[in-house]
C-alpha cells in the first residue's frame, strides 16, 4: 500500500518563528489532507489540498502531486499552535486515507 | 450545529468483556470510519463503511466488529479477542470516498484493567 513519510518528527519553536512541515507520499494520491490534533486528542482538518496552494491565516499548505509531496508552512507561530500535524492520503482507489506518523510541535512561550 | 459525537470519552473494561463505543453522525455523510491510535503513534484504520449495509475491514480489523444499519451511525464492538485492545479510538465521517475530506470526533479512550 501507499506510504506516507513526515518531517521532521520533532520540532521545537519558540513563538514567533516560523516552521515548515513536510509530507511525503510513495504513490500518485487522488487527495491529500493536513491535521492538527490538540494536545486533548481532538483532530481538526486544517487543509483538504490534492494539488496547488491554499492558505488560511497563518497557515498554508501547497502540495506538487507530480513530484508526490505537499507541505504545511506555519508562520508566527503561537502556543497554541502546539500539538501534532498529521498529513494523510487517499490512493487512487479512493476508499480511505493513510495516516503518516506525524510531526509533534511544540512553541515555547 | 451538524457535527460527529463520539461517546463515552473514557472507558474501561475488564479483561474478556465485549464493549462497544458510539459513532453518531447528522452531516449527511455517506462514508464513516474508524481509527485506532496508541501513545505517541499515527492513525490506524480499523473498519470502514461506505454506505448502509456495507463496511470493509481497514489495515487492523481482527477482534473488532462493526455495523452499519444507518446511515448516522456506525458503532464498533471491542470484542475479547482483541489482544490489546487499550487504545484512543476516533471515528470520522466524510462524503463518498472522502470527498472534502474528514470530519472526526473527539474520541473514545479504552482502557483495560
Known amino acids: 500500500g501507499i506510504q506516507v513519510e513526515q518531517s521532521p518528527p520533532d520540532l521545537i519553536l519558540q513563538e514567533g518563528a516560523n516552521s515548515t512541515l513536510r509530507c511525503n507520499f510513495s504513490?500518485?494520491?487522488?487527495?491529500l489532507q493536513w491535521f492538527h490534533q490538540n494536545p486533548w486528542g481532538q483532530l481538526i482538518n486544517l487543509f483538504y489540498?490534492?494539488?496547488g496552494t491554499k492558505q488560511n491565516g497563518r497557515l498554508s499548505a501547497t502540495t506538487v502531486a507530480t513530484e508526490r509531496y505537499s507541505l504545511l508552512y506555519i508562520s508566527s507561530s503561537q502556543t497554541t499552535d502546539s500539538g501534532v500535524y498529521f498529513c494523510?492520503?487517499?490512493?487512487?482507489?479512493?476508499?480511505?486515507?493513510?495516516f503518516g506518523p506525524g510531526t509533534r510541535l511544540s512553541v515555547l512561550p | 450545529d451538524g457535527g460527529i459525537t463520539q461517546s463515552p470519552k473514557y472507558l474501561f473494561r475488564k479483561e474478556g468483556q465485549n464493549v462497544t463505543l458510539s459513532c453518531e453522525q447528522n452531516?449527511?455523510?455517506?462514508?464513516m470510519y474508524w481509527y485506532r491510535q496508541d501513545p505517541g503513534q499515527g492513525l490506524r484504520l480499523i473498519y470502514y463503511?461506505?454506505?448502509?449495509?456495507?463496511?470493509q475491514k481497514g489495515d487492523i480489523a481482527e477482534g473488532y466488529s462493526v455495523s452499519r444499519e444507518k446511515k448516522e451511525s456506525f458503532p464498533l464492538t471491542v470484542t475479547s479477542a482483541q489482544k490489546n485492545p487499550t487504545a484512543f479510538y476516533l471515528c470520522?465521517?466524510?462524503?463518498?470516498?472522502?470527498?472534502?475530506?474528514?470530519?472526526f470526533g473527539s474520541g473514545t479512550r479504552l482502557t483495560v484493567v
Open positions: 452531516l449527511n455523510h455517506d462514508a
Open positions: 494523510a492520503v487517499e490512493n487512487n482507489y479512493g476508499q480511505n486515507f493513510v
Open positions: 470520522a465521517s466524510s462524503y463518498p470516498g472522502g470527498s472534502g475530506g474528514y470530519t
Open positions: 504513490d500518485s494520491v487522488n487527495n
Open positions: 463503511s461506505q454506505i448502509v449495509n456495507d463496511f
Open positions: 489540498i490534492p494539488s
